[in-house]
Every structure is written in structure tokens, then in C-alpha cells.
């Protein structure tokens, strides 16, 4: 290695001036170091010696900038919601909630052991990194999973054995947590213990209640009289029996909308039955060939969104819209009113625009399933298929058959759907090829 004037300063015996500029360098250096050193005492005593701040939930600013929202308003929602119920550390249940608190705190709060030892913030450890603290399905790995993770403040399920429309039964989220999702990222926890499973199913309910609560509340200013200078009455009556009790009562009814099913026809003859389930599959009854395809692979109609990407490709569609009429709008001839009105319009796109970057993650649409692979996100079991098929899947595009097609021949839907992995190549003719040009 050659040296450099640098080394040669070190390895020879350096001159007294050297030395000097030496010392004098290493005197800067340990001034900067302790001024450094000073600095970060006094921010240490400022804001504490590695102290997070508590956790909180995120309010849902997509909604209620879109109800328009002012910051008086929204302060308003935030503070009923804390009274309601608490935080993500210090969750609060309401009798009406028929939430048990016991399985609330054993999910809620920062990752940390209890007295006996026992694990406590499941939520946190298990959900939070996917789901978000809020339950927004926010949390920081979401951006990067294909679906999303679940937004669970619409209080809106897919997988389930009850009526589209109707919330999932206890049972459903157990099973939901004990299997995961899958084709998707939603992982396993079977080897969780059943008292965990219950507490994280619990805590669930709780954040979807707390979203619809918020939802509802958010969307209440829009009915207010004109006396109630835009505050929302803080009443047991409106809070309460208005607003919680129908959206826990839904949960609570959950076990009695369960879907009625026929039982499977006795003696079936499954080449018979594969034969008819085909036949409603391609019919324009139940048209699962609209979306599914001819070819099965879930080529046919793809550019929907589900029920969560839709409010957000339609506020898009809003800003998009309304910028563009805003930008075509002649200031000069307006009346004062209307210029105020120009501006205030201008200020809440902007925000909306903000709000969208911050607080949403990118739209995609919601293909159908493609039914060569076998891979059910509901569960494989022919009840499961029974299930989807019936009601159809809440929240994606996916209809009910319920309606079109009498429920015994649900059954040979559910036989043909789970032969398709395994048709015969041979049999879809020219007119079907078994491999879409889109696909592999
Ligand atoms: C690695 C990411 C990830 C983690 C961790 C995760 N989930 Fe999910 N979860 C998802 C995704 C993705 C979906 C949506 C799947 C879909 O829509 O098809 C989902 C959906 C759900 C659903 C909705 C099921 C339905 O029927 O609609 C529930 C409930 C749920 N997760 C609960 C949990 C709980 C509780 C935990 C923690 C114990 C958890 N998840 C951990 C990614 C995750
Ligand atoms: C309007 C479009 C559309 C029609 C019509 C349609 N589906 Fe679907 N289907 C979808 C979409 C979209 C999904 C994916 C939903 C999701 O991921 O949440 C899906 C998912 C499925 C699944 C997967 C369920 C699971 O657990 O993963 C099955 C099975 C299925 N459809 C069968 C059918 C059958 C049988 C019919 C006809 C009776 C049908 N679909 C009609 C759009 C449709």
C-alpha cells in the first residue's frame, strides 16, 4: 500500500507544528462530541429516555373529509369515540357492546407479560404489522400484500356461514383465525391457544364496532337541524341506543342469520350431478361464466373493485372532477358568496387530494377467482363452497346464487366447481381453451 502525506504524518515522528494542528484537531473533535453528547441529554430529558408515545387510533379521515367534516367536527367524533371506547391501550367496552373487557385486555395494549407470566397485546404482536392498530387495515407491511388486509371498520365480512348481508358468527372468526386466508398473506394461528383465539376474535368485534360506530357518527352531521349548530347531541339516547345498540345488535343476532343448508341429495350420482352443476355455470341463470370465464381461470370480467377500493376510486373520481370544474370556473363574474364558496371548494379538494395520499393505499381492482388452482379463501370444505356460492361473497362483486337457483342444485354448482381443477383438458373444445392468452 503506498502512503499517503496523511500516514506518513503518523508513522514518522511528526514535526512539534504537526503535532499541534494534530492536538488542535482532536480538541474540535471532543468539543463537537460533547456538545453532541449534551444535546441529546437535553432531548432525553425533554421527551424521555427511549419512551414510545402510547399508541392511538387513527381517525377515519377518508370519510369524514368526505362528508366534509370540519376541524371542530371531527375533535367532536375523536372525543365521543374516546369516551366510547377508550384506547388501543386501555380499551373500554360499553354493556351494549356485549363485549367481554377480560378477552379485550388480554388482546389489547403493547406486547408485554402480566404478573403470572401470561402474554399480553395479541393484537399488536399478531395483527397490528397487517391490520393497523385502528383495524384500518393500515398497518406499515399493508402497501406491499396483494388483497389488501382487511379493513374492518365497515364492519363488512367475506367468509362466513351466514346471510350475505349479516355479520359473521364467532364461530366464523375462529375458524378464520385458526385456518388464515388461504392465497392470500393472512397467516394461520392454530398454534395459538383456544383462550388467545377467542381474545383476538373478541378484539376484532371490538375495533369493527368501533369503526361502524365512528362511520355512523361521521355520517350523522349530514342530518343535523340547522339549531344544532353542527354538534352532534351528546346524549345516552343518540349515542348509545341510536348509534351502538343497532351496530352491536347486529353482532348479536349473527348466530340466527345463519344460511339454511339443504342436505346434500341422497345417492348422488356425481358425473350426473358435475354434468348439471356445468350446465347452471355456463346458463345465464347463475352466469358464473360472466366473471369466471369460459375457461374457469377468472378471466372473464375484471376491472370491478371491491366494496373498500370502491370509495376510494370514487373520491378519486370526485377530486379529479371537481378540480378540473374548478379550474374551468371564470372567478371574475362571482358575487362574493360565490367566490367564498370557489374557495372553500378549492381548500377541501386539496385536502381530500392530501387526505387520499396519507390515508389510503393505492386502488386495485378485484379479479375473480380462478377456480383451476383449488385454492379457496373461504375454506375447501364443500359446506364453505356451499356457503360462497349461496350468498355470494360481502363486499366483492361476487353475487348470490340465492334466488336464481333453487338450493338443492347449489350442490351440483359446488360438485362442478370442485371437478374444475382436476376437467379434462380435452373436453373444452377449440371454443374453451383450458389456458387463457392472459394467463402463465
Ligand atoms: C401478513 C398480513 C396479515 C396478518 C399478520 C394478519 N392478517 Fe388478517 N388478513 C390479511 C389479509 C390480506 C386479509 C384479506 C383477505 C381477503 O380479503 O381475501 C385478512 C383478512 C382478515 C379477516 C377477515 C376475514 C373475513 O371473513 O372477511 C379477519 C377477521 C382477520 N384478517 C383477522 C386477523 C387477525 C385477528 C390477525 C392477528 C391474529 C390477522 N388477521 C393477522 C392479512 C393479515
Ligand atoms: C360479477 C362477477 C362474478 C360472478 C357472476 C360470479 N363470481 Fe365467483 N367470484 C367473483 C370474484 C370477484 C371473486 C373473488 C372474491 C374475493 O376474492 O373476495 C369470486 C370468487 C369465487 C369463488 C372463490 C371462493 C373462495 O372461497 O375463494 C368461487 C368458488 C366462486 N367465485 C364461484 C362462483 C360461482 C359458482 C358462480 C356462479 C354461481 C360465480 N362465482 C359467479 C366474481 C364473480
Request: charged fraction near 20%; charge should be neutral; aromatic fraction near 8%.
Amino acid at each position: 500500500m503506498r502512503a499517503t502525506p496523511m500516514h506518513s504524518a503518523h508513522l514518522v515522528l511528526a514535526s512539534p507544528m504537526q503535532l499541534a494542528n494534530c492536538l488542535t484537531e482532536i480538541g474540535r473533535q471532543a468539543s463537537r462530541l460533547a456538545f453532541l453528547l449534551l444535546c441529546t441529554l437535553v432531548l432525553a430529558s425533554v421527551i424521555g429516555c427511549g419512551a414510545t408515545p402510547p399508541a392511538y387510533f387513527r381517525p377515519n379521515m377518508v370519510e369524514s373529509t368526505k362528508q366534509r367534516l370540519n376541524p371542530e367536527q371531527e375533535r367532536q367524533v375523536a372525543t365521543v369515540l374516546l369516551a366510547m371506547f377508550g384506547t388501543p391501550d386501555h380499551p373500554v367496552a360499553l354493556a351494549e357492546t356485549g363485549l367481554n373487557e377480560a378477552k379485550l385486555h388480554l388482546a389489547a395494549g403493547p406486547v408485554r407479560s402480566d404478573i403470572v407470566g401470561r402474554k399480553n397485546g395479541l393484537y399488536r404482536e399478531h395483527c397490528a404489522h397487517c391490520h393497523g392498530i385502528t383495524g384500518d387495515g393500515l398497518g406499515p407491511t399493508a402497501a406491499f400484500l396483494n388483497p389488501y388486509p382487511r379493513d374492518y371498520r365497515p364492519g363488512v365480512f367475506k367468509f362466513k356461514s351466514t346471510e350475505r348481508a349479516d355479520k359473521p358468527t364467532q364461530a366464523d372468526l375462529v375458524r378464520i383465525l385458526h385456518n388464515g386466508i388461504a392465497g392470500t398473506s393472512m397467516p394461520s394461528f392454530a398454534l395459538l391457544s383456544e383462550t388467545k383465539i377467542e381474545a383476538l376474535a373478541e378484539y376484532v368485534k371490538y375495533l369493527t364496532i368501533r369503526g361502524e360506530t365512528e362511520l355512523t357518527l361521521i355520517r350523522a352531521f349530514f342530518e343535523l337541524d340547522d339549531d344544532a349548530k353542527g354538534t352532534l347531541p351528546e346524549t345516552r339516547e343518540f349515542l348509545v341506543e341510536e348509534t351502538l345498540t343497532p351496530i352491536a345488535a347486529k353482532w348479536q343476532a349473527a348466530p340466527a342469520a345463519a344460511i339454511p343448508v339443504p342436505p346434500i341429495p341422497a345417492n348422488i350420482d356425481l358425473v350426473a350431478s358435475i354434468a348439471k352443476g356445468r350446465e347452471l355455470f355456463y346458463g345465464d341463470k347463475a352466469n358464473c361464466v360472466k366473471c369466471h370465464g369460459v375457461t374457469g381461470l377468472g378471466d372473464g370480467q375484471a376491472n370491478d373493485y371491491d366494496d373498500w377500493n370502491k370509495v376510494i376510486v370514487e373520491a378519486d373520481k370526485e377530486i379529479r372532477s371537481g378540480t378540473e370544474q374548478a379550474s374551468q370556473a371564470s372567478t371574475a363574474g362571482m358575487s362574493p358568496e360565490q367566490l367564498a364558496d370557489h374557495r372553500l371548494q378549492l381548500v377541501w379538494l386539496e385536502k381530500f387530494h392530501q387526505v387520499l395520499d396519507g390515508d389510503a393505499l393505492t386502488p386495485r381492482t378485484i379479479p375473480p377467482r380462478n377456480l383451476r388452482q383449488g385454492i379457496y379463501r373461504g375454506g375447501r370444505r364443500p359446506l364453505d363452497l356451499y356457503y360462497r356460492i349461496y350468498a355470494g361473497i360481502n363486499g366483492a362483486p361476487m353475487p348470490a346464487a340465492k334466488g336464481t337457483v333453487p338450493p338443492e342444485d347449489i350442490w351440483h354448482i359446488v360438485n362442478y366447481v370442485r371437478s374444475l381443477p382436476y376437467e379434462f383438458d380435452g373436453e373444452l373444445g377449440a371454443d374453451r381453451p383450458m389456458v387463457a392468452p392472459n394467463r402463465f
